[in-house]
Nanobody, 119 residues
Framework: QVQLVESGGGLVQAGGSLRLSCAAS????????MGWYRQAPGKQRELVAV???????NYADSVKGRFTISRDNAKNTVYLQMNSLKPEDTAVYYC?????????????WGQGTQVTVSS
């Protein structure tokens, strides 16, 4: 059983910073891409940032220069450092990972963590 557990969300003022973490656990053979998505009220879930197994990075235009995604393969953990936060960054942030477990590749989602940025 593979699980993704997120932490680090909260309430912050505009211009502030937060760091999200997402740890994968279970009978994991290998983790390929890991990423962060977000969903604001009334909007579709959107990609924020992704890091491949080889370390390639991709960011949404709206967060480039402000957010940094990284991973610690030894800990099966992905991070999202969010700086210069804006009210429009308010959303539930979800971790996603492509994981090979029991010789099967599946995509997994975390439970989500709320990020609220006040103006």
């Amino acid at each position: 059983q593979v699980q993704l557990v997120e932490s680090g969300g909260g309430l912050v003022q505009a211009g502030g910073s937060l760091r999200l973490s997402c740890a994968a656990s279970g009978s994991i053979f290998r983790i390929n891409a890991m990423g962060w998505y977000r969903q604001a009220p009334g909007k579709q879930r959107e990609l924020v940032a992704v890091i491949t197994g080889g370390g390639e990075l991709n960011y949404a235009d709206s967060v480039k220069g402000r957010f940094t995604i990284s991973r610690d393969n030894a800990k099966n953990t992905v991070y999202l450092q969010m700086n210069s936060l804006k009210p429009e960054d308010t959303a539930v942030y979800y971790c996603n990972a492509d994981i090979i477990a029991a010789m099967v590749l599946n995509g997994y989602w975390g439970q989500g963590t709320q990020v609220t940025v006040s103006s």
